[in-house]
């Protein structure tokens, strides 16, 4: 899972809730434990204190206190067991379990009336002891005698690590479970999003025109204003091409009435009005293209194979230049495709061909690479080439190096302005056949699944 996502927080948020939440639990489930085995501890101390108090009387022959019967727990016959009780008359011994040995215990008096008591004291050895005490006055005596029980706290401290042990292992399993059923429920909550990248990508390929409207409730807006977007870039796009059609027709017609009024006329006057012509016309075909083409974008556009469309612009330029007998070559060209508008890349394979069917005396070559995240299509005549130092200049906006060779100029001016737009780029260089070589480079369409 990356670093600084949405997923990341809710199962950082979530795992903390359930760590926070758990500890919480685990703490008060130990204290009701240790609460109830305090309880159970003590019912069995208080049975055994009701059990000496009933065993108890006084002896008609001396007066003094003795046990009808034996009621101890056999816990209490074994020497130091941590588990003694006595009897005491007047704070003198006069009875004490086998367990007590020669030892007695160290409880406070709890005074006539007080009734039972509960304390915890030391016992032999120091051992922390849990204790009942309680002071009764017997049947045909007036003397007070306190009885006492006692156990070893350690049973109770033993028994809370035990179930704390327990307790831990199965806190830690349910966390474990906790944390797990939360990451698959965010990750199965978050998959509309992954859903939604995935449309998208498949928008931005030109595999779909619009993202499905089949989203849950909480993305569906998200997506219907992303398919609002898209309708408006392309009623834009639809709306500028329009527009610049318009701008050509109506600026075709009237230039062309100048431009024949400029070669009627005569002298320095025509040669300079013929010349202005001639620049305003490359303006208006210059900036009409930059117009068509800033409408595209990498959100509009769709696949196209280049194959297709460079079969189809050889077979254009076959009887274009069918006086010459080219032998055009496409190479490679099939497993490369464009995305954008159909008609940007026919403007920019379009012009880079004719270019070099122009100039070659017998061949062209079409060939068409990957190189990574781009594809580069390369164009190579046989022609005369471009003198050493003369690349840049030709891309130039209306420059031409033989002004004998009918044409406006603009055709390799207008490629690289419509790479640009779509991040790629146009070189040009000497080929080894001996002409130009033309290196269109874009960025490549990621297939997915």
């Not at 034996?70 to 816990?75: A, D, E, K």
């Not at 029980?149 to 966390?175: R, Y």
């Not at 109506?250 to 431009?259: D, E």
């Not at 508008?341 to 079409?366: F, R, S, T």
Request: aromatic share 6%; with cysteine; proline share 4%.
């Amino acid at each position: 899972m990356k670093r600084n996502t949405l997923a990341l927080r809710l199962l950082i948020l979530s795992s903390v809730w359930v760590v926070v939440t758990l500890v919480v639990v685990g703490v008060l489930l130990i204290l009701l434990f240790r609460s109830h085995v305090e309880r159970r501890f003590d019912d069995f101390l208080f049975d055994q204190l009701k059990g000496n108090i009933a065993a108890s009387e006084i002896s008609a022959g001396s007066g003094g206190l003795e046990m009808t019967w034996n009621p101890s727990n056999l816990r209490f016959h074994r020497p130091l067991s941590g588990w003694y009780w006595e009897i005491l008359e007047n704070g003198k011994l006069v009875a004490r379990s086998r367990s007590l040995w020669q030892h007695t215990l160290d409880v406070v008096d709890p005074g006539i009336g007080t009734g039972l008591q509960h304390q915890i004291f030391r016992g032999p050895a120091g051992m922390p002891l849990r204790g009942l005490v309680e002071n009764v006055t017997l049947p045909d005596s007036q003397a007070s005698f306190t009885f006492v029980v006692a156990g070893p706290v350690s049973n109770i401290d033993q028994d809370v690590m035990e179930f704390s042990k327990m307790l831990l292992i199965t806190l830690t399993a349910l966390g474990v479970g906790l944390v797990s059923a939360v990451f698959f429920q965010i990750r199965i909550g978050l998959r509309p999003l992954s859903r939604l990248q995935q449309a998208l990508a498949e928008t931005r390929l030109g595999k779909t025109a619009r993202l499905p409207e089949s989203f849950p409730g909480e993305v569906q807006p998200v997506v219907s204003e992303l398919n609002a977007l898209l309708d408006h870039n392309a009623a834009l796009l639809e709306r500028a091409r329009t527009q610049t059609a318009n701008l050509a027709h109506a600026l075709k017609n009237p230039l062309t009435v100048l431009t024949n009024e400029a070669r009627a006329m005569e002298g320095e006057q025509g040669s300079l009005m013929g010349e202005q012509l001639k620049n305003m016309t490359h303006s208006v075909h210059r900036y009409l293209s930059r117009a068509r083409t800033a409408g595209a974008n990498r959100f509009t556009g769709i696949r196209i194979p280049v194959g297709t469309i460079a079969e189809d612009l050889r077979f254009s330029m076959d009887h274009l230049y069918k006086g010459k007998a080219l032998n055009i070559h496409l190479i490679g060209l099939e497993e490369i495709s464009f995305y954008g508008d159909a008609q940007d890349l026919e403007e920019m394979l379009g012009n880079i061909i004719d270019n070099a069917c122009k100039w070659a005396k017998q061949e062209v070559q079409i060939r068409g690479e990957r190189d990574g995240d781009k594809w580069r299509v390369i164009v190579e005549d046989d022609g005369p080439g471009i003198p050493e130092g003369q690349e840049a200049v030709v891309i130039q906006r209306g420059r031409r190096l033989d002004e004998t060779i009918p044409g406006s100029g603009l055709g390799l001016d207008i490629v690289f302005d419509i790479a640009m737009l779509y991040g790629g780029s146009l070189h040009l260089e000497r080929s080894p056949l001996g002409g130009v070589r033309a290196n269109l480079e874009l960025p490549a369409v990621e297939e997915q699944a």
